[in-house]
């Protein structure tokens, strides 16, 4: 794991209930932190974590390699180790990301992207293993992002970046242009639909681009019938539009699809979604519609 | 057949089973049973709460 804003007590801690036999922290700057099996080394200030984190685990003892970010703690914990790369569950706020973790030492993964690093490696299994990610932004992700964009200035993992920091910057149009060329350069794949529903939210909630939103969710949709999200925000979408009959239909197939996901399956899941939001929202609609309808019924005589 | 305008049909008419008997018939034909299964537990549910609420409509009308 590597050190970036002294963030690593608490990992440190849950990691070690397990029984690992070596944590390696690569550090850039002091750090004051016992701990039996703890291997601290020292990095000089720098541009490229993926680098740093591939020179961290060349220098690992052991056949079983595990990755974990500051900020996380492994909260649940069961594998029976084949030769196999390993998803571990991340969750952050009410989402659970499905990311390569745990590996064999002779798959050799590598560590790719400079900035927000990640195993260079596909999932063979999802795991029983949760890890929740209480970490905080990384105050140099914009510096580093804005140096990978300038020295690849036609990289398309750039633009899916940039796009993501825009959006949680709340600036619309840049989300919407910088996510829209990325999908135009990207093959489809659980990140690029993931992406493009991002982008129906922003169209058909914040910017009244309803039909455009509506043809992306099909497009999501085409991808993963069961995904709980894409029927919720069709729904949202409809809610936001007054269409409340259409709204509850497509928050009841969120409802009965959603329930038919592999628990394991690679995609991410926003946890809500799945039950406690689709009901609220249709709770919500059946009583707009049954206010509505006193209104409109005539006082008999 | 084209998944998206299936879908299409669907998000117009979140009613119609018709348009979900298209869309089991689609992962059917293309061997993805485990989807074909799924949307069949949809269509049940749907096929169950149509019933109910002819009945409540039929019940309120009689």
């Known amino acids: ?301 | 057949m084209d998944i998206t305008k299936v879908i299409y049909k669907i998000v117009e008419n979140p009613k119609s089973l018709a348009n979900y008997v298209l869309l089991r018939d689609f992962y059917t034909n293309c061997g993805q049973e485990d989807l074909a299964k799924s949307i069949d537990v949809l269509i049940e549910v749907r096929r169950v709460s149509n019933n109910s609420s002819d009945a409540q409509q039929e019940q309120s009308g009689s």
């Open chain 1, 1 to 301: 794991m590597l050190n970036k804003n002294n963030q690593v007590a608490d990992t440190v801690k849950s990691i070690s209930q397990f029984g690992i036999d070596e944590i390696i922290i690569g550090t850039y700057k002091p750090i004051n932190i016992k701990h039996r099996n703890l291997k601290i080394v020292t990095l000089l200030e720098s541009n490229d974590y993926a680098a740093d984190l591939n020179k961290l685990t060349e220098g690992a003892r052991h056949e079983w390699l595990a990755y974990f970010k500051e900020g996380e703690v492994v909260v649940q914990a069961d594998f029976d180790l084949q030769n196999k790369i390993y998803g571990f569950q991340i969750l952050k706020n009410d989402i659970i990301l499905k990311e390569a973790r745990l590996w064999h030492k002779s798959h050799n993964l590598k560590f790719k992207n400079p900035v927000f690093e990640k195993l260079n490696a596909d999932i063979d299994e999802v795991i029983e293993t949760i890890v929740y990610d209480g970490s905080e932004n990384d105050p140099k992700v914009q510096h580093l992002l804005e140096r990978w964009s300038k020295a690849n200035p036609f990289l398309n993992d750039c633009y899916y970046y940039k796009a993501f920091i825009a959006l949680s910057e709340k600036r619309l149009k840049d989300f919407k242009s910088l996510i829209s060329h990325y999908l135009f350069n990207s093959n489809t794949d659980i990140s690029t639909t993931m992406a493009r529903y991002y982008l129906a939210m922003v169209q058909g909630l914040f910017e009244d681009e309803t039909n455009l939103a509506i043809q992306n969710l099909i497009l999501c949709l085409a991808e993963n019938p069961l995904m709980a999200e894409f029927w919720c925000l069709l729904g949202d979408i409809f809610y936001k539009n007054k269409h409340y009959d259409r709204a509850t239909e497509l928050y009841k197939n969120g409802l009965v699809l959603g329930s038919r996901r592999l628990k394991f399956d690679l995609w991410p899941m926003q946890i809500s979604k799945y039950q406690e939001y689709p009901n609220t929202m249709m709770a919500s609609c059946d009583s707009i519609l049954v206010n509505s309808r006193k209104i409109y019924m005539p006082t008999s005589r």
